[in-house]
């Protein structure tokens, strides 16, 4: 029987699918403009840059609590009445952003910014899932591509306010009108209905189940959980990275004057901007190429881009290269890591909830770290730490092809 409020299997998918690209494109509209308004941030709640760096915190174990909880949501009512909520809260905190004068009820109102982008998140990846199946894998970087156009645009709203002459903060009331069509448009639309309602598991997947176990190639038995696990660690080293370098490329530029203010913010979008190119370009690759492929290439690379920015640190031409190298590279590892999942086990709302904790973890962790060390060490302590962070990505990477290596992964 499907549940209340469910599409059956064989409706249209693509009103469906445009909403959840559009989804995307508020969240990352949303989640990149916080690194180039926290000096405007800090600025109206009177703190240094290092305090304010609790905002990403809050944000993140916002994401957290948001996915836990929206993971469990998605897997007993209907997806979309979820969606709805969850941007109408987001529109009623991100609009109240500009208006807070202390440190502590902004933290506030961004872990509540979280809830809802964790909640969000885990529902667009999930009903993705649900949609499309085993073809979920173009559809699926399309999904982070459009998270990439809004990441992109985030950052150069920002430059848009700072040329006007208005604070930088105030870019946050246009983005909280861009995410009420995108709410409305979803509540019209009817839910997915989840894979034990509408097919059998696709081939070669395995239950959740804690009895049933995968066979890796040294013979040993790996339970399906150790195989979340590692990929909910491979996700919280990657988007700690994205988030710190994200996050922190703004101020990194300004301390090291390897840019202006408004140059710093057109370096931040570029990040973004080459990380949406490189998720368009992915859509073909997904279709062509096994994720482990991928997944080795996007990380090495991440590493080559970064070492640069470090070998050559008072060059700008070196930062602004490492930055788009770091885009692109960066660009398919959420995504492909998901379609891997999804090959090697039935993805449910719960388990993608589990997957954007690991997420949330790495969002709030690796920025707060070095927001602490920026001031005390020096700026440069930025990019030693997310070379760090990569090469623990790659070891388990490594790990997670030894216990779950496939055929078809």
């Given at each position: 029987m499907?549940?209340?409020?469910?599409?059956?299997?064989?409706?249209?998918?693509?009103?469906r699918?445009?909403?959840?690209?559009?989804?995307?494109?508020?969240?990352?509209?949303?989640?990149?403009?916080?690194g180039?308004?926290?000096?405007?941030?800090?600025?109206?709640?009177?703190?240094?840059?290092?305090?304010?760096?609790?905002?990403?915190?809050?944000?993140?174990?916002?994401?957290?609590?948001?996915?836990?909880?929206?993971?469990r949501?998605?897997?007993?009512?209907?997806?979309?009445?979820?969606?709805?909520?969850?941007?109408?809260?987001?529109?009623?905190?991100?609009?109240l952003?500009?208006?807070?004068?202390?440190?502590?009820?902004?933290?506030?109102?961004?872990?509540?910014?979280?809830?809802?982008?964790?909640?969000?998140?885990?529902?667009g990846?999930?009903?993705?899932?649900?949609?499309?199946?085993?073809?979920?894998?173009?559809?699926?970087?399309?999904?982070?591509?459009f998270?990439?156009?809004?990441?992109?645009?985030?950052?150069?709203?920002?430059?848009?306010?700072?040329?006007?002459?208005?604070?930088?903060?105030?870019?946050?009331?246009?983005?909280?009108?861009?995410?009420?069509?995108?709410?409305?448009w979803?509540?019209?639309?009817?839910?997915?209905?989840?894979?034990?309602d509408?097919?059998?598991?696709?081939?070669?997947?395995?239950?959740?189940?804690?009895?049933?176990?995968?066979?890796?190639p040294?013979?040993?038995?790996?339970?399906?959980?150790?195989?979340?696990?590692?990929?909910?660690?491979?996700?919280?080293?990657?988007?700690?990275?994205?988030?710190a370098?994200?996050?922190?490329?703004y101020?990194?530029?300004?301390?090291?004057?390897?840019?202006?203010?408004?140059?710093?913010?057109?370096?931040?979008?570029?990040?973004?901007?080459?990380?949406?190119?490189?998720?368009?370009?992915?859509?073909?690759?997904a279709?062509?190429f096994?994720?482990?492929?991928?997944?080795?290439?996007?990380?090495?690379?991440?590493?080559?881009?970064?070492?640069?920015?470090?070998?050559?640190?008072?060059?700008?031409?070196?930062?602004?290269?490492?930055?788009?190298?770091?885009?692109?590279?960066?660009?398919?590892?959420?995504?492909?890591?998901?379609?891997?999942?999804?090959?090697?086990?039935?993805?449910?709302?719960?388990?993608?909830?589990?997957?954007?904790?690991?997420?949330?973890?790495g969002?709030?962790?690796l920025?707060?770290?070095i927001?602490?060390?920026?001031?005390?060490?020096?700026?440069?302590?930025?990019?030693?730490?997310?070379?760090?962070d990569?090469?623990?990505?790659?070891?388990?990477?490594?790990?997670?092809?030894?216990?779950?290596?496939?055929?078809?992964?």
């Amino acid at each position: 029987m499907q549940s209340r409020n469910r599409a059956p299997a064989g409706a249209s998918h693509w009103p469906r699918t445009a909403g959840y690209f559009a989804l995307f494109v508020n969240l990352g509209l949303v989640t990149s403009a916080l690194g180039p308004t926290l000096p405007a941030l800090a600025g109206q709640a009177g703190v240094a840059l290092d305090q304010a760096s609790i905002l990403f915190t809050a944000h993140a174990l916002g994401y957290l609590l948001g996915a836990l909880l929206g993971g469990r949501l998605y897997d007993r009512m209907g997806g979309h009445p979820v969606q709805a909520a969850g941007l109408v809260l987001m529109v009623l905190s991100i609009g109240l952003v500009p208006l807070v004068p202390s440190l502590w009820p902004l933290a506030a109102l961004w872990l509540v910014v979280g809830v809802a982008g964790g909640a969000l998140d885990v529902g667009g990846n999930t009903l993705m899932v649900w949609v499309h199946g085993r073809e979920v894998g173009p559809y699926m970087n399309g999904l982070h591509f459009f998270f990439g156009v809004g990441s992109a645009l985030g950052p150069l709203v920002v430059a848009l306010m700072l040329a006007l002459g208005a604070s930088a903060a105030r870019a946050y009331w246009p983005l909280a009108l861009l995410l009420l069509p995108v709410a409305i448009w979803l509540a019209r639309l009817s839910s997915p209905a989840a894979p034990d309602d509408a097919e059998p598991a696709p081939a070669g997947a395995v239950s959740t189940a804690t009895s049933d176990i995968v066979a890796a190639p040294s013979g040993f038995a790996v339970p399906p959980g150790a195989i979340v696990a590692l990929i909910a660690v491979l996700l919280l080293l990657y988007v700690g990275a994205e988030a710190a370098f994200g996050g922190w490329i703004y101020s990194y530029a300004v301390a090291l004057e390897l840019g202006s203010a408004e140059g710093a913010a057109y370096l931040a979008s570029a990040f973004w901007g080459a990380l949406t190119a490189g998720r368009l370009l992915a859509i073909p690759v997904a279709a062509r190429f096994r994720p482990r492929s991928t997944l080795l290439v996007d990380l090495l690379g991440c590493l080559l881009s970064v070492a640069v920015i470090l070998l050559w640190s008072t060059s700008a031409v070196a930062l602004w290269l490492g930055s788009l190298g770091l885009g692109v590279s960066m660009a398919s590892i959420f995504p492909t890591a998901i379609t891997l999942a999804e090959r090697r086990l039935r993805i449910t709302g719960r388990i993608t909830g589990w997957f954007l904790a690991g997420s949330s973890v790495g969002a709030m962790s690796l920025p707060w770290i070095i927001g602490q060390l920026f001031t005390t060490v020096g700026p440069t302590a930025t990019m030693s730490v997310i070379l760090f962070d990569l090469a623990a990505a790659l070891g388990v990477f490594a790990v997670l092809m030894w216990v779950s290596r496939a055929p078809s992964a």
